[in-house]
C-alpha cells in the first residue's frame, strides 16, 4: 500500500492568499505556473491539453523531472518557493493555487534517479492529503500533471486558440525564432522548444512579420560597453496586436513577460500600435513570486542600471519615428498614485474612511510585492547575437550567464469561499487627470474619483520632472480630501495634509 501524507493545518487560507498575488484568475495562473516548471527543468517539448468534458488540464514535459527530494519539496508548502534568481517557476506552486477551483491534482515525475507519483487533495477543513502512486505513466524523463477542475469551476480556455494565446501572451518571446536563437546561445532553453495544444503545434514566427511592424527597432541595452538584453520595437499595422488594452514594451526575462512599459511616455493615437519586445536575464533578480512585476526594494540601484537603457532607446526612438509626446489621460501616472495611496490607508484614518465610503465594502487591504531580493546580482552578461546594433558585425561572445504584488485584491466573506478569480476585483482610490485651467483648484473630489487639475500653472511647471509631479499629485490629492471631508460635515483636521504627507514620507 503505497503511503498517505496529510497535515492538521487548514491551508484553504493560504491557498486564497497565493492566489490573492495574481491580478488574473486562478485559470490562468495554473497553466502559467506549470509551464514555468517546465522550462526551468530544460524541456524541449510542452504538451497542454484541456478535456473541456472531463474538466481536466493536462501539462506535460521532456525535462529533466524531480529527483526525491525535489518530489517531496513539491508537496511542502514551507519550501514551496525557491530562491529568487533560481528560475521562474516555483515548486509546485501552479498546484497549490489550482486548489482554488480543483478538487485535485495527479503528478507523475520520472528523472535519471527517482519516478514517482501522487495523488494531491484539499479534504475537509482545508487539510491537503496527498498519497503516493506507483510510477508509470512517463517512460522517459519529465513531469505529468493532471488539474481536476472541481464541478462548480468553469476554465474560460475551452478552445485550443484560447489556450494557445494564454501561454503566447505570457511566454511570447519563445514563440518568436530570433528570440529563441538568443535563449539557446545563452544555454537557457534549446531553439528547437516547441508548444503543443491539444496535440497541434505552436509553431514559432518572427513576430516582426507577424504584426506587420513599421518603424522596427532591434537593439541591445549594454551596461559598461557590454550587452546584457536584446529587444526590438515597432509600430504595428493595427491595434493592440496581442490583445485587447494591451500595448507598450513587453519586459521579459528568461522568456516570461513581466510587465508592457510605455516608461512614463504617452504617444498619443499611435500608443496602441507601439509593440516592443525586449529580454533581460539579469531581471530575474527582481522577480516578484507572481512574475507580474520587479521588487526592487533595497536594490533600486541595481535595477535602474538594466532598466533605464530600455527607457532612454524608447525615447529616442519615439522622436526618431516623429511621435509628438502628449500629457497622459490618467492611464500610467494615476496607477501609480493610487498605489501610493493605497499604502498609506492604514496609516491616515480619515483617509481610510474616505476611500472606504466610496467603494461602499468592508474589505482588508493587503500589500504583497513578493518574496524579497537576494543581494547577489550574479555574473554579468553580455548577448551573443545580432549585428552589433546595426554596425555590420557580429556581437560579443557569451561571457557568463546571468543569474538567473499583489494586486489590491478585495476578498469576500460568507458561508463558502468565493471563486478566485473575483479576486482580480480592484478596490480603493480612483484619480483621473482633467485639463481645466479655469479652475482654481489642484484638485477636487468628482463622484467616486478624485480629479487632478492637469492645466493647473503648478502642474505644468512640475510636470516635466517625474518625482516633483509625483509630490504635487500627492500633495494636490491631500488637499481635494480635507476639503471633501469638511463638506460633508465632519470635524476639519487642519493637520490632516501634513499627516497624509508624512505617512507617504515614512513609506
Not at 43 to 52: F, N, V
Not at 82 to 87: F, L, P, S
Not at 162 to 189: E, G, I
Not at 455 to 470: F, N, Q
Request: glycine fraction near 12%.
Amino acid at each position: 500500500m503505497m503511503n498517505v501524507h496529510q497535515s492538521n493545518v487548514n491551508y484553504r487560507n493560504l491557498i486564497a492568499d497565493l492566489a490573492d498575488m495574481y491580478p488574473y484568475s486562478i485559470e490562468e495562473v495554473v497553466p502559467v505556473e506549470l509551464v514555468a516548471n517546465a522550462l526551468d527543468a530544460g524541456a524541449t517539448r510542452i504538451h497542454l491539453c484541456y478535456d473541456e468534458r472531463a474538466r481536466v488540464l493536462t501539462v506535460e514535459d521532456d525535462g529533466r523531472g524531480m529527483d526525491a527530494r525535489t518530489f517531496q519539496e513539491y508537496h511542502d508548502f514551507a519550501a514551496g518557493l525557491k530562491a529568487r534568481g533560481t528560475g521562474i517557476g516555483f515548486a509546485g506552486l501552479g498546484a497549490k493555487i489550482s486548489f482554488n477551483v480543483a478538487d485535485r491534482v495527479i503528478t507523475q515525475t520520472r528523472s535519471r534517479s527517482f519516478a514517482g507519483g501522487s495523488e494531491w487533495r484539499l479534504a475537509e477543513q482545508g487539510r491537503l492529503v496527498w498519497e503516493e502512486l506507483p510510477p508509470g505513466g512517463l517512460s522517459n524523463c519529465g513531469t505529468r500533471v493532471e488539474v481536476h477542475f472541481g464541478a462548480n469551476s468553469a476554465p474560460s480556455y475551452s478552445s485550443e486558440d484560447h489556450l494557445a494565446n494564454l501561454v503566447r501572451t505570457h511566454y511570447l518571446p519563445l514563440f518568436d525564432t530570433k528570440f529563441l536563437d538568443l535563449y539557446h546561445k545563452l544555454r537557457r532553453y534549446s531553439n528547437k522548444l516547441r508548444f503543443f495544444v491539444n496535440s497541434q503545434e505552436v509553431h514559432p514566427v518572427h513576430l516582426s512579420e507577424a504584426l506587420a511592424l513599421d518603424h522596427v527597432s532591434e537593439f541591445f541595452p549594454t551596461r559598461g560597453g557590454k550587452r546584457y538584453g536584446y529587444g526590438i520595437l515597432g509600430v504595428s499595422g493595427s491595434d493592440y496586436p496581442l490583445g485587447p488594452g494591451v500595448s507598450g514594451v513587453q519586459v521579459c526575462t528568461h522568456g516570461k513577460v513581466v510587465k508592457s512599459d510605455l516608461f512614463d511616455q504617452f504617444p498619443g493615437p499611435i500608443g496602441p500600435r507601439v509593440f516592443g519586445l525586449v529580454e533581460v536575464p539579469e531581471l530575474i533578480t527582481f522577480l516578484t513570486t507572481a512574475k507580474t512585476d520587479f521588487n526592487r526594494r533595497g536594490r533600486c540601484r541595481e535595477f535602474e542600471q538594466l532598466y533605464d537603457p530600455i527607457r532612454q532607446h524608447f525615447k529616442a526612438w519615439l522622436r526618431q519615428i516623429g511621435v509628438q509626446q502628449e500629457e497622459p489621460a490618467g492611464a500610467d501616472e494615476s496607477a501609480k498614485l493610487e498605489r501610493e495611496i493605497s499604502r498609506i490607508l492604514g496609516a491616515v484614518p480619515e483617509l481610510a474612511d474616505f476611500f472606504g465610503s466610496r467603494t461602499r465594502t468592508n474589505v482588508l487591504l493587503h500589500s504583497r510585492e513578493g518574496t524579497a531580493a537576494t543581494s547577489g546580482v550574479g555574473s554579468q552578461l553580455t548577448l551573443p547575437i545580432g549585428s552589433g546594433a546595426g554596425r555590420g558585425r557580429e556581437g560579443p561572445e557569451d561571457e557568463g550567464q546571468g543569474p538567473e504584488g499583489r494586486a489590491l485584491g478585495q476578498t469576500e466573506t460568507g458561508g463558502d469561499t468565493a471563486r478566485p478569480i473575483s479576486r482580480t476585483s480592484r478596490r480603493g482610490p480612483k484619480i483621473t487627470f482633467v485639463d481645466a485651467p479655469q479652475r482654481l483648484e489642484l484638485a477636487w473630489v468628482e463622484g467616486n474619483n478624485i480629479a487632478i487639475n492637469a492645466g493647473h500653472p503648478a502642474y505644468i511647471r512640475s510636470r516635466s520632472d517625474a518625482g516633483e509631479r509625483r509630490l504635487h499629485c500627492l500633495f494636490a490629492i491631500a488637499g481635494a480630501v480635507q476639503r471633501f471631508l469638511g463638506t460633508e460635515g465632519a470635524a476639519g483636521d487642519p493637520t490632516f495634509v501634513d499627516r497624509m504627507m508624512a505617512a507617504w514620507g515614512k513609506k
